[in-house]
């Protein structure tokens, strides 16, 4: 069975998202505020956080979405004669 890459990138970006939260990219989220804590070094690392929050919160239930609804369409496709 082929595997949608709609699904993979989603995956992908939970993926991102847990292994930056479990390294501890939370703490350094300050940096939106104005209150940076360790330097450059922390401010990238709080960016990277944030946009990989956004890629899991928003991006990656409408990859999975887009990914469902394309299975369906191509299982539909194929039962027709």
């Given amino acids: ?8 990138a ?7 998202f847990l292994l930056l939260h479990l390294t501890g990219g ?3 989220v300050g940096v ?9 070094w922390g401010a990238s690392f709080g960016l990277l956080y944030v946009l ?3 890629g899991a919160v928003l991006a990656a239930p409408v990859l999975l ?9 191509d299982r539909a496709s194929r039962a027709r004669p």
């Fill in 1 to 8: 069975m082929m595997r949608r890459p709609f699904v993979l």
């Fill in 10 to 16: 989603a995956l992908g970006l939970f993926a991102v």
């Fill in 26 to 28: 939370r703490q350094y």
């Fill in 32 to 40: 939106l505020s104005g209150t940076v804590m360790g330097g450059a």
């Fill in 52 to 54: 990989a929050w956004f």
């Fill in 65 to 73: 979405l887009a990914g469902l609804l394309d299975g369906v369409l």
